[in-house]
């Protein structure tokens, strides 16, 4: 096979071939070529970024009827270099009353926190960072970090918007971990197995055809856990100014903008990987190029939903947002998690396993808009008649 | 096994590695003149008045507290989810018991008004 067919076996081929050489003892020739696969897969996820966010701005451009960026290089490409210049070159300003110390690490466990996921994402039938046993909980575990460094951020900068930031990251990234990890559990019961690597392989049928409700809450609060319109109490501008991060200048405060656009394409590649069958489509397993084309393509249906929701929706209230959580999405995910599991074990191997499948998914949706629709009709009916005030009125 | 764990090991610092390059190049590169004014805390803004540290509501601590029982019930039940193919039908409705009895601890919360942003 040529370079085209498996460009990544080609390269570590010729590697292992300049290091043969040396005679190097067998330690340090794993140890090498593991340091040469983790610099490719954490460079590949930062500079994915630079690419994202000239992407993001130019969709949300036309959402919003504008043109985005088209000054800096053909249709605005160099946009994003040009922003890093400018990060790069500003004054970095630490308050004197600031923890220093978590004040500087916060915005690098930041990124740490979203790059530690793209180990273990497959990107092809043979490109994969590593394949743990238990993928899935590794990355709910390093995604906690996301979480950490907020509160970070927001209790070091010594400032009160952006503790308030801190508080509600805690109270909001917390909530929405629980149907995320709950939603995390449906393709683990279908595939049997947490390796990201046997999730991928056991999707001869996507599973977004067998649970299409679990895919969708799971984007909702994944998208959430990011911390993005309309959810992005933690650094609602009207508020609070600029959250946890309001204290930030500079590249750490770069840092931080570059953490959120990679986490959210992140949602948009574990979405991809999750439920709709990762790198698999045809031709994937003889050129491994094309099932990364493959999985790109179907992470851009997560990330293209995320920025639409960014760009329709305002922003939520908190008491809103976490009742929406608690008693809408929690409830929810569980009875999803209940039905999946039992008819999963009834049907998984005959004929009828798909239909019962999405009927299972019908009641579930019917039933919980109905019970949205009767506890809009009680708050309606409580609702007291609007009644005509003075306009101006001293408190 | 233990080179995936290596893989991960590796991967661990040089993802520390490389935010922080940014960061240091730009120590070398941007210009550094601080002052008394500068270093205040929310510089462009009003002076603060008091302490920043200060006690916080209640009710963001309620919340984590019923994130912690679900967090743990999650890790009680991925074990169930990954031996599922082999699990016999009477140990998926063991699991299922498992779950509702957390419904109803959810339920608990909610009468109890834990849920409430009050």
Known sequence: MGFLGDPIKFIGDWLKSLIAPLNLPPVW?????????????????????IFLIWVERKVAARFQDRLGPNRAGKYGLLQTFADMVKLITKEDTTPETADKVVFNIAPVLSVVSVLLIWAVVPFAPTWFGTDINVGVLYIAAVGSFG????????????????????????????????????????????ASSMGMVDIVARQDMWFIVVAPLAAVVFLISAIAEVGRTPFDLLEAESEIVAGFHTEYSGMKFGMFFAAEFLHIFT????????????????????????????????????????????????????????????????????????????????????????????????????????????????????????????????? | MLDNWLFIGIFISIAAVFPLLPIVIARFLAPRRPSLAKQETYECGMETVGDTWVQFKVQYYIYALVFLIFDIETVFLYPWAVAFDVLPLFAVFEGVLFILILVAGLAYAWRKGALEWA
């Open chain 1, 147 to 190: 979480i950490l460094s907020i509160l970070m951020a927001g209790w070091s900068s010594n400032n009160k918007y952006a503790l308030l930031g801190a508080f509600r990251a805690v109270a909001q990234l917390i909530s929405y971990e629980v149907p995320m990890l709950i939603m995390l559990m449906v393709p683990v019961l279908l």
């Open chain 1, 267 to 395: 949602v948009g590649v574990l979405f991809a990987i999750l439920f709709m069958g990762g790198w698999r489509g045809p031709g994937a397993e003889q050129f491994p190029l094309l099932g990364m084309v493959y999985l790109m393509a179907k992470s851009t249906v997560g990330y293209f939903i995320a920025i639409w929701m960014r760009s329709t929706l305002p922003r939520i209230r908190i008491d809103h947002m976490l009742a929406f959580n608690w008693k809408f999405l929690v409830p929810l995910s569980l009875a999803i998690l209940i039905v999946t599991a039992i008819l999963h074990k009834l049907f998984a191997a005959t004929t009828l396993y798909i239909p019962a499948m999405l009927v299972g998914n019908l009641v579930i949706f019917l039933a919980s808009l109905g019970a949205l629709r009767a506890v809009a009709q009680r708050q309606r009916k409580q609702r007291k008649p609007f009644k005509k005030r003075p306009v101006a009125k001293a408190a």
């Open chain 1, 29 to 49: 020739e794993t140890f090498l070529s593991t340091l040469t696969s983790v610099i490719a897969v954490a460079s590949f996820g930062l500079l994915i970024v």
